[in-house]
Nanobody, 115 residues
Framework: QVYLVESGGGSVQAGESLRLSCAAS????????MKWHRQAPGKQRELVAT???????NYTDVVAGRFTISRNNAWNRLYLQMNSLKPEDTAVYYC?????????WGRGTQVTVSS
């Protein structure tokens, strides 16, 4: 069974930073592309950042230059370093991967940024 468990969310002021973590189990983590998504109240879930097995990364334009996705394959951990946070970054953040034709999600971690 694949499990993804996010942590590290919280309430911060605009301009501050947070580091999210996602602990993965049930998969050979190092070979999987991993993603962070987020869903703000009343909005659709959106892709934030992607990292593949080679460590290549991609970001949605609104977070590029402020967020950094990374992974630690020895610990089966995915990270999202979020700097210069803005109120519009307020959302539930989810990690996600695909495995054997199925998509897996964690339960999410809430990030709230106040102005």
């Amino acid at each position: 069974q694949v499990y993804l468990v996010e942590s590290g969310g919280g309430s911060v002021q605009a301009g501050e930073s947070l580091r999210l973590s996602c602990a993965a189990s049930g998969i050979n983590f190092k070979i999987h592309t991993m993603k962070w998504h987020r869903q703000a109240p009343g909005k659709q879930r959106e892709l934030v950042a992607t990292i593949n097995s080679s460590g290549n990364t991609n970001y949605t334009d609104v977070v590029a230059g402020r967020f950094t996705i990374s992974r630690n394959n020895a610990w089966n951990r995915l990270y999202l370093q979020m700097n210069s946070l803005k109120p519009e970054d307020t959302a539930v953040y989810y990690c996600n991967t695909h495995f054997r034709g199925s998509e897996y999600w964690g339960r999410g971690t809430q990030v709230t940024v106040s102005s």
